[in-house]
């Protein structure tokens, strides 16, 4: 049986076709390409298209025995989704709908679904439960929410199975420094402080320093890429051995201020990285941390690579060898 990974040549999808490969999984990927790096396969057999195309999507289901599906595939930056909601809904709601019939057309019951802390918005509390209210406070997180009660209502209407997994701040690269995060245009603060020593940019900059948090800049839980990784690989052979479907964040449960983020990368790079403060980023809330405690207790997710500075360290590893992404 093959696992199907939608989004498989972008940075969470491609880390955790890694580990899928390492585990000796069989492994099909469809991609656009659009924000994937073909570079960033490290084997798998991978179809270039969209999961909205229902054609291509019959060939991939009918040349592949696939048993379980792990879909990243989808438009991720909350600042474009704010002026460009139109582009989510297609991409992210419409695209998953369209995946979803196909998976329900072809009999395949089993879904591990790459969700984000953005379905929270401002939390009423912290560190933040799967129980917690979800009010997004931006258009990506409202479809990523939307995505998750579609599954809902297949497995009620279909038995398909789904565990979303609502990740907080993805970090870091893989160990053997092949793979790791290029986006284009990158918007994500590690990756945007590492081009300060790499001479990319001049300064880092901080948005907003009036939030309600001890230095005024937002906080955020980063948790390293492989240990989100692993999670889908358990989250998959809990629906394959007949588990149920569920909601579970990750995260590791300690929260960084951007200034804080700011000063573990001068540490680890020995640069003194200029900030300047700016205006808020529409759309942020003040502070997101997990309880992960669902997904430790229930998928015996373990996280293994905690320590920012160690999570930085392996980015920092990664950029150096690779300074301009994919592309060098
Ligand atoms: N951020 C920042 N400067 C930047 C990029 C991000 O101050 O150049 C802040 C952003 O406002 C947020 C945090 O860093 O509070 C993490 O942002 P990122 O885009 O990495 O992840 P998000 O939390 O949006 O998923």
Request: one cysteine or more; charged letters at 20%.
């Amino acid at each position: 049986m093959a696992v199907l990974v939608t989004g498989g040549a972008g940075y969470i999808g491609s880390h955790t076709v890694a580990e899928l490969l390492a585990a000796g999984e069989q492994v099909i990927i469809v991609d656009t390409l659009g924000q994937g790096h073909r570079e960033a396969l490290l084997g798998g057999k991978l179809y270039v298209g969209d999961i909205r195309d229902a054609d291509f999507m019959d060939g991939v289901f009918k040349e592949n025995e696939i048993d379980a599906v792990i879909h990243f595939a989808a438009n991720s930056l909350v600042g474009e989704s704010m002026q460009n909601p139109a582009k989510y809904y297609h991409n992210n709601v419409y695209g998953t709908l369209c995946l979803l019939e196909k998976m329900n057309e072809y009999g395949v019951k089993n879904i591990v679904f790459s969700s984000t802390a953005a379905t929270y918005g401002e939390p009423d509390s912290v560190p933040i439960q799967e129980t917690n209210r979800t009010e997004p406070t931006n258009a990506y997180g409202e479809t990523k929410l939307a995505m998750e009660k579609m599954m809902r209502w297949f497995d009620t209407a279909h038995g398909m199975k789904y565990v979303s997994l609502r990740y907080f701040n993805a970090a870091g690269a893989h160990e053997s420094g092949k793979i790791g995060e290029d986006h284009s245009p990158e918007t994500h603060l590690i990756p945007l402080i590492l081009q300060v020593p790499l001479g990319q940019r001049q300064h880092i900059s901080v948005f907003g320093d009036d939030y309600a948090t001890p230095d005024g800049t937002c906080i955020r839980d980063y948790i390293h890429v492989t240990d989100l990784a692993d999670a889908h690989i358990l989250a998959m052979n809990k629906l394959r051995s007949g588990g149920d479907s569920g909601v579970y964040n990750l995260g590791s449960g300690n929260g960084f201020s951007v200034k804080e983020v700011i000063d573990v990368a001068r540490a680890v790079t020995g640069h003194p990285i200029p900030a300047v403060i700016e205006p808020r980023r529409a759309g942020d809330p003040a502070i997101l941390i997990a309880s992960s405690e669902k997904a430790r207790r229930e998928l015996g997710w373990k996280p293994a690579r905690e320590h920012l500075p160690a999570i930085i360290e392996s980015a920092w590893k990664w950029h150096q060898a690779h300074p301009n992404g994919y592309r060098s």
